[in-house]
């Protein structure tokens, strides 16, 4: 069982340039999640699905898009990358009996 | 709404004393509760959660966490500090399960261990 993947680990980007951060699990859970982690200030949820074809905004939703077409795969878009997004960026997955998981993380530098 | 504070973002302990790590919680219905550990340049690992049966959760490692209501408090013990221990703790609330809604997390504390 490999839980929730996340790729890529590490990316280096310049001011403007877009990409997506992957993520997908196979526990069949509903709920997905995107959060990022910034020091001191913990993690924080950027956007969340409840089930495939449903997202909702979290609490730092600027600037970054996402989609959720099957239940395995929930991919982040940064539209045009800004270094205020240079971050650790972490996906998880939970269901209601499980609990959430949680993906290595995606290490981001905007430069 | 719910948030959480976690109470000193360094703590330092001995290696085999006591360690105590902060967390009070906001909550406009009854949380659920939770503690994650983060080691260097590593995803997040749950050591504990609290949903609502036995106030006193045991976890892994040693761990455990004392919901108290009337405190609005979750804090994390571990009666004695191992190297290992050394790591970044997160306390995290749930408003209505343990899965299929937000987790609100706190800024986190980051616990040395001392020789």
């Known amino acids: 069982n490999a839980g929730v993947t996340q790729t890529p680990k590490f990316q280096v980007l310049k001011t403007g340039q877009s990409m997506t951060l992957q993520c997908a699990q196979d526990m069949n859970h509903e709920y997905m999640s995107w959060y990022r982690q910034d020091p001191g200030m913990g993690l924080r949820l950027i956007h969340y699905s409840v089930g495939a074809g449903i997202t909702d905004q979290g609490e730092v939703p600027n600037g970054y898009n996402v989609s959720r077409s099957t239940t395995e795969d929930f991919p982040l878009r940064l539209l045009s990358a800004a270094p205020s997004q240079t971050s650790v960026y972490f996906c998880?997955?939970?269901?209601?009996?499980?609990?959430?998981?949680f993906g290595s993380g995606t290490r981001l530098t905007v430069v | 709404a719910q948030s959480v504070t976690q109470l000193g973002s360094h703590v330092s302990v001995s290696e085999g004393a006591l360690v105590l790590l902060r967390c009070n919680y906001s909550s406009s219905v009854p949380p659920y509760l939770f503690w994650y550990v983060q080691y260097p340049n590593q995803g997040l690992q749950l050591l504990l959660k609290?949903?609502?049966?036995?106030?006193l959760v045991k976890g892994i490692n040693g761990f455990e966490a004392e919901f108290k209501k009337s405190e609005t408090s979750f804090h994390l013990t571990k009666p004695s500090a191992h190297m290992s221990d050394a790591a970044e703790y997160f306390c995290?609330?749930?408003?209505?399960?343990?899965?299929?809604?937000?987790?609100?997390f706190g800024t986190g504390t980051r616990l040395t261990v001392i020789p």
């Open positions: 998880a997955s939970s269901s209601t009996n499980y609990g959430y998981t």
């Open positions: 995290a609330v749930s408003q209505r399960g343990t899965g299929a809604n937000n987790l609100f």
């Open positions: 609290y949903t609502s049966a036995a106030t």
